[in-house]
């Protein structure tokens, strides 16, 4: 229910702000409401874990607003994703064999894009901030709960999914297309600590690696956009 009031007040927001800005004589609305879908490459930047990036998916919705005579556009965005990491431990009962334990993750994403118009209409390059909502890191097989993150005695692949719901990301992208249609490529990074939440669980045990937990987000997002 809270994602779906999230989401609800985002989409009444862009709307507010599209419609505003329409009725504004010095600006028009270029190309009005685009939905836009395609794939994630998630990572989580750490020296706490060994991690490895996996694929997911992403799908939204973008308002862009065109100023004529400026040398860029801006657009309003959301999106959500479920985006997979992989992180080695070692199974139950064992002592050296290594195995990956399979994570996902629900995101929410609001950003506010600034697009510089390198070829009007067909290619800008984008750049702004981003506000994410994430849900846990959720195992995808429970039978891994009980697996030892690599580097520690005791820190279970349980342990770790409590991870920070809030976060302030950067992207950075390019997008080429023609004026109906987009092919968009973006690099978000995260510049807050996506794990430190477990820095206030005091019932983790990090015996044998680090007990202070820092994560950045890293992912590279491909979407195609239809613009209406």
């Known amino acids: 229910m809270k994602h779906n009031n999230f989401i609800l007040l985002v989409v009444f927001c862009i709307g507010f702000v599209t419609t505003s800005l329409a009725q504004h004589k010095r600006y028009r609305i270029q190309n009005g409401i685009g939905i836009h879908g395609g794939i994630t490459q998630f990572d989580i930047i750490t020296d706490n874990f060994e991690t490895t990036s996996s694929t997911g998916w992403i799908g939204g919705l973008s308002a862009t607003v065109d100023l004529p005579h400026k040398w860029y556009s801006v657009s309003y965005n959301i999106h959500l994703s479920e985006n997979n990491v992989n992180v080695l431990g070692i199974p139950e009962f064992s002592l050296f064999q290594e195995e990956e334990i399979e994570y996902k993750m629900f995101t929410a994403q609001v950003s506010f894009l600034f697009h510089a118009k390198i070829v009007e209409d067909y ?22 709960e009980n697996y030892r993150i690599l580097g520690y005695q005791n820190l279970l692949a349980q342990d770790i999914t409590d991870i920070s719901k809030f976060n302030v990301n950067g992207a950075v992208g390019l997008s080429a297309g023609f004026p109906g249609f987009k092919l968009r490529g973006q690099y978000i990074y995260g510049f807050t600590n996506m794990l430190n939440k477990l820095n206030n669980n005091n019932d983790i045990d990090t015996f044998g690696g680090s007990s202070k937990f820092k994560g950045h987000q890293s992912m590279l997002v491909f979407t195609a956009m239809i613009l209406f």
């Open 123 to 144: 290619i800008t390059a984008d750049f702004g901030p981003m506000i994410q909502y994430n849900s846990e890191l959720e195992l995808k097989d429970d039978s891994q």
